[in-house]
């Protein structure tokens, strides 16, 4: 098992920033990537940015690219998405996840952090 908690969530205005942390817990050596995804009311969750736990490699969604990037803390088990230049099409809940081998695949998701941007 792994237990995502995401925070840094909050309101700011349009071309300001904010910085989201996942902070995992449980069998995180089990970890093979981590992400972020994010949903806006009436539309699909969609997949923002990832990163590969062991090598760092990482993508970032098209809509996102150059301003959003993704990074992480080993020793503290805590992925980061920093977040710049958000624009009004940005707000969404923003949800941590997580994939881990355990034997087989499988997919944890954080409660989701609330980023509001106004203009």
């Known amino acids: 098992q792994v237990q995502l908690g995401e925070s840094g969530g909050g309101l700011v205005q349009a071309g300001g920033s904010l910085r989201l942390s996942c902070a995992a817990s449980?069998?995180?050596?089990?970890?093979?990537?981590m992400a972020w995804y994010r949903q806006a009311p009436g539309k699909e969750r969609e997949f923002v940015a990832q990163?590969?736990?062991?090598?760092?490699?990482?993508a970032v969604a098209d809509p996102v690219k150059g301003r959003f990037t993704i990074s992480k803390d080993n020793a503290k088990n805590t992925v980061y998405l920093q977040m710049s230049d958000l624009k009004p099409e940005d707000p969404a809940i923003y949800y941590c996840?997580?994939?881990?081998?355990?034997?087989?695949?499988?997919?944890?998701w954080g409660q989701g952090t609330q980023v509001t941007v106004s203009s």
């Open positions: 449980g069998r995180t050596f089990s970890t093979v990537r």
């Open positions: 990163i590969a736990c062991s090598s760092g490699s990482f």
């Open positions: 996840n997580a994939l881990v081998y355990l034997g087989a695949t499988r997919t944890y």
